[in-house]
């Protein structure tokens, strides 16, 4: 299941408590897509304390609490990790992450058997008391999750040229030493990096493919490289004469920046000259699949309110055989 529709799951399992219809759910999925992740985000939009606990790390005693006797009878002090109305408030989500990684006397988040990482079958009485989904990787949702979060558009561009890179994990290779993959919690980490050593050039490769595994960081430090060849944004967004690039690439990234610049205009009082400069370059993108792209991105950002822009309707006509028959 697409992150975006796991979300929405999530957001109606919450909202659900109040009626008594809430089911425990179980997501599943390859380390670092991004499970964590989207729980916070759910909690956050209401709000809400997340009570992460990571079962992996956890022991029989860490959860029952420590006995002590009171008159005749032995009883448990409740661990302060676990909820409570006057520590949590009303409300709240319980995540135990890593629970196929936890010991069986422990025994919700799992990675999954095949991924090479300290698993165990989950008992078939345990797994029958959750709902259960996996989560798949798409690009489309973790570009829209970058661009809200600021993430570095050179990365964005370059995962729209190399989308089989968003995610690649090889157990075998972890097997063999190398422990960088890329994976969307990667690509953030490589954000990070970018920003880290800006001042430090000579450090990229290998900060990147610290994060993201050797190959990928070698082949996206190489993009970054080529970008200084990229037209003026400014005078695309201020309406005035640009270059269009001729190689793919440098389109991905014009694309990939352009979108970042309509998504930071919106609010602003020139934000519709600004999209609607947007949209007159885009028509002028060798492949309108590029442009369709471009707009996508902008409309998952900004909304409805990109529709009302005057050239959205010239763009549209222009696009119209590529949106409805391919």
């Known amino acids: ?38 729980v916070g985000q759910v909690a956050a939009r209401h709000e809400a304390p997340v009570i992460d606990i990571r079962l992996s790390q956890m022991e029989p005693s860490d959860l029952r609490g420590i006995p002590f006797r009171v008159g005749d009878v032995v009883q448990w002090a409740v661990p302060a990790l676990l909820p409570d109305v006057r520590r949590h408030g009303p409300r709240g989500v319980l995540f135990l992450d890593e629970i196929t990684s936890a010991p069986p006397a422990v025994s919700a988040a799992g990675n999954r058997q095949g991924d090479r990482g300290v698993t165990y079958a989950m008992p078939a009485p345990l797994a029958n008391r959750f709902s259960h989904f996996e989560v798949d990787v798409n690009l489309d949702d973790w570009a829209f999750w970058a661009y809200a979060n600021g993430i570095d558009e050179r990365l964005i561009a370059f995962l729209r040229f190399k989308p089989e890179l968003i995610f690649d994990f090889d157990p075998a290779k972890t097997l063999a030493g190398e422990m960088a993959f890329p994976s969307p919690r990667s690509w953030e980490f490589a954000h990070r990096a970018l920003q880290k050593f800006a001042d430090h050039p000579e450090m990229r490769v290998g900060a990147l493919a610290a994060c993201v595994g050797h190959a990928a960081g070698v082949e996206c430090a190489a993009y970054i ?88 309707a010239g763009w549209a006509n222009a696009v119209a055989d590529v949106m409805l028959y391919e």
């Not at 975006?4 to 179980?26: C, I, K, N, Y």
């Not at 001729?246 to 009082?269: C, F, H, M, S, W």
């Not at 400069?277 to 590029?290: S, T």
């Open 1 to 38: 299941m697409r992150p975006a529709q796991l979300s929405f799951v999530l957001e109606r399992e919450f909202l659900s408590t109040a009626d008594g219809h809430h089911t425990p759910v179980m997501l599943w999925g390859p380390p670092g897509v991004g499970k964590s992740q989207i």
């Open 225 to 312: 490289d080529s970008l200084d060849r990229l037209p003026d944004l400014d005078a695309i967004t201020e309406g005035r004469e640009a270059a269009v690039p001729a190689e793919i690439d440098l389109q991905y990234a014009v694309a990939a920046a352009l979108a970042g610049r309509a998504l930071r205009a919106k609010g602003r009082t020139d934000a519709r000259q600004v999209w609607g400069n947007i949209l007159d370059y885009a028509q002028r993108l060798p492949l309108k699949e590029m442009g369709v792209m471009l707009v996508s991105d902008m409309h998952r950002g900004i909304g409805s309110s990109l529709f009302a822009v005057p050239q959205f």
